[in-house]
């Protein structure tokens, strides 16, 4: 999978900034092998959510700076699944609909709004 090939992570910056090993980051994160770690640091897998919490925790940085892509990629899922929503819930006339493409417009303005990532796909 080519794109797959262009994510990136920045784990393995900041393991090797403060010396650890994989295996020792390993231990870190609470997974049994650094070949997990590798996979991590290669983005050739996503990271789970404890994963990149864990990361952001041990080395005091957000989850964007260690997985930048990992926001990129949520970022763009989620305002496909805004814009789904808001063209569902056109026409409906039910109680609350007008709250919730309220909402909805406003979450598409601030993702249309924010800086766009150098890392966007």
Same mark, same amino acid.
């Given at each position: 999978?080519?794109?797959?090939?262009?994510?990136?992570?920045? $784990?393995? +910056?900041?393991?090797?900034?403060?010396?650890?090993?994989?295996?020792?980051?390993? $231990?870190?994160?609470?997974?049994?092998?650094?070949?997990?770690?590798?996979?991590?640091?290669?983005?050739?897998?996503?990271?789970?959510?404890?994963?990149?919490?864990?990361?952001?925790?041990?080395?005091?940085?957000?989850?964007?700076?260690?997985? +930048?892509? $990992?926001?990129?990629?949520?970022?763009?899922?989620?305002?496909?699944?805004?814009?789904?929503?808001?063209?569902?819930?056109?026409?409906?006339?039910?109680?609350?609909?007008?709250?919730?493409?309220?909402?909805?417009?406003?979450?598409?303005?601030?993702?249309?709004?924010?800086? +766009?990532? +150098?890392?966007?796909?």
């Amino acid at each position: 999978m080519k794109q797959q090939n262009r994510l990136i992570s920045r $784990l393995r +910056p900041f393991r090797r900034r403060w010396g650890f090993s994989q295996r020792e980051l390993a $231990l870190l994160l609470g997974t049994s092998n650094h070949a997990s770690v590798s996979k991590l640091e290669a983005f050739k897998v996503r990271p789970s959510a404890n994963d990149a919490i864990a990361a952001a925790i041990i080395f005091d940085a957000s989850i964007v700076e260690v997985f +930048p892509h $990992l926001y990129a990629l949520n970022r763009q899922a989620v305002s496909d699944r805004a814009s789904r929503l808001y063209d569902e819930l056109q026409g409906s006339t039910h109680s609350g609909t007008r709250d919730k493409l309220d909402f909805l417009e406003r979450l598409l303005a601030r993702l249309s709004d924010e800086e +766009p990532s +150098p890392l966007t796909l």
